[in-house]
């Protein structure tokens, strides 16, 4: 398995989760992703390079937090502040070429997790 993502479940509305990804491939780009029901895959944050900064959704701004681990090969979604809009699986994705700083596109990305699911609900 060469991204195994963990830490999705169900959750009120307002509430968090911080989700997990171990990336076992050699990369320079990650990124989170997700996937409604009906909906196609998005970009919910990437980060273009092993020492860029993180891009975001306009619908998670402030609300999520990408951040990574280098020496573990492991990179984490703080998601705050839920709504039942972020239902959704969430996928981590990594690929070998750096991306330009800001873009954040299925196509980009060659390795792909099997996905966790987020569910917020009351």
């Known amino acids: 398995v060469q991204l195994q993502a963990s830490g999705g479940g169900l959750v009120q509305p307002g509430g968090s989760l911080r989700l997990s990804c171990t990336v076992s491939v050699e990369y320079h780009a990650i990124g989170w992703f997700r996937q409604a029901p009906g909906k196609e895959r998005e970009g919910v944050s990437c980060?273009?390079?092993?020492?860029?900064?993180?891009s975001y959704a306009d619908s998670v701004k402030g609300r999520f937090t990408f951040s990574r681990d280098n020496a573990k090969n492991t990179m984490y979604l703080q998601m705050d502040s839920l709504n039942p809009e972020d239902t959704a699986i969430y996928y981590c994705?990594?690929?070998?070429?750096?991306?330009?700083?800001?873009?954040?596109?299925?196509?980009?990305?060659?390795?792909w997790g099997w996905g966790t699911q987020v569910t917020v609900s009351s």
């Open positions: 994705a990594a690929d070998g070429y750096p991306l330009e700083p800001g873009r954040c596109r299925v196509g980009d990305f060659e390795f």
């Open positions: 980060i273009g390079s092993r020492d860029g900064s993180p």
